[in-house]
C-alpha cells in the first residue's frame, strides 16, 4: 500500500517563528489533507490539496503532485498552534480511505 | 463544533469484555469512516460505510464491525478485547463526492 513519511518528527519553536513540516508519499494520489489535531485529540482539516498552492491566514500549503510531497507552511507561530500536524493521502479521492502520516509534533514556546 | 459527535469521550475496559462506541453525524455526512489512533501513531482507517453498508474495510480482524443507520449515526462494536484496542478512536463524516472528512473529537478506549 501507499506509504507517507513525515518530517521533521519533533519541532520545537519560539513565538514568531516561521516553519515547513513536509509530507513524502510513495504513489500517485487523488486526495491529499493536512490535519491539526489539538492536545485534546480533536482533527481539525487545514487542507484539501491534492496538488497545487492553498494559502489560509498564516498556513499555506503547496503538493507536488509529480514529485511525491507536500509542504505546510506555518507562519508567525503562536502557541495555539501547537499540537500534532498529520498529512493524509487516498487515492480514490472523495471522502474514501485515508492512510495517514506518523505526524509532526509542534511546540510554540511563548 | 464539527458537525461529528462521538460517545463515551473515556472509557474503560478490561480484557476479553466487548465495547461499542457511537458516532452521531450531521445530515449530508452519507458515509462514515472509523479510525483507531494508537499513541504516538498517526489514525488507521478500521472500515467505513456507505448507506449503512460496509463500502471498504482496513486491516482489522473481523471482531471489529460497525452498523450505520439512516439517521446519520453510526456504531462501532470490538468484541474479544485485547491490550492492543487500547487506542482513540476517531469517527469522521463525509459527504457524497466531498473530498474532506470531518472528524470527530473521538473516544479514548482503555483495555486493562
Known amino acids: 500500500g501507499i506509504q507517507v513519511e513525515q518530517s521533521p518528527p519533533d519541532l520545537i519553536l519560539q513565538e514568531g517563528a516561521n516553519s515547513t513540516l513536509r509530507c513524502n508519499f510513495s504513489?500517485?494520489?487523488?486526495?491529499l489533507q493536512w490535519f491539526h489535531q489539538n492536545p485534546w485529540g480533536q482533527l481539525i482539516n487545514l487542507f484539501y490539496?491534492?496538488?497545487g498552492t492553498k494559502q489560509n491566514g498564516r498556513l499555506s500549503a503547496t503538493t507536488v503532485a509529480t514529485e511525491r510531497y507536500s509542504l505546510l507552511y506555518i507562519s508567525s507561530s503562536q502557541t495555539t498552534d501547537s499540537g500534532v500536524y498529520f498529512c493524509?493521502?487516498?487515492?480514490?479521492?472523495?471522502?474514501?480511505?485515508?492512510?495517514f502520516g506518523k505526524g509532526t509534533k509542534l511546540t510554540v514556546n511563548p | 463544533e464539527t458537525g461529528v459527535t462521538q460517545s463515551p469521550t473515556h472509557l474503560i475496559k478490561t480484557r476479553g469484555q466487548q465495547v461499542t462506541l457511537r458516532c452521531s453525524s450531521q445530515s449530508g455526512h452519507n458515509t462514515v469512516s472509523w479510525y483507531q489512533q494508537a499513541l504516538g501513531q498517526g489514525p488507521q482507517f478500521i472500515f467505513q460505510y456507505y448507506r449503512e453498508e460496509e463500502n471498504g474495510r482496513g486491516n482489522f480482524p473481523p471482531r471489529f464491525s460497525g452498523l450505520q443507520f439512516p439517521n446519520y449515526s453510526s456504531e462501532l462494536n470490538v468484541n474479544a478485547l485485547e491490550l492492543d484496542d487500547s487506542a482513540l478512536y476517531l469517527c469522521?463524516?463525509?459527504?457524497?463526492?466531498?473530498?474532506?472528512?470531518?472528524f470527530g473529537a473521538g473516544s479514548r478506549l482503555t483495555v486493562l
Open positions: 490539496i491534492p496538488s
Open positions: 504513489d500517485s494520489v487523488n486526495n
Open positions: 493524509a493521502v487516498g487515492v480514490q479521492g472523495g471522502s474514501e480511505k485515508l492512510v
Open positions: 469522521a463524516g463525509g459527504g457524497s463526492g466531498a473530498n474532506v472528512l470531518t
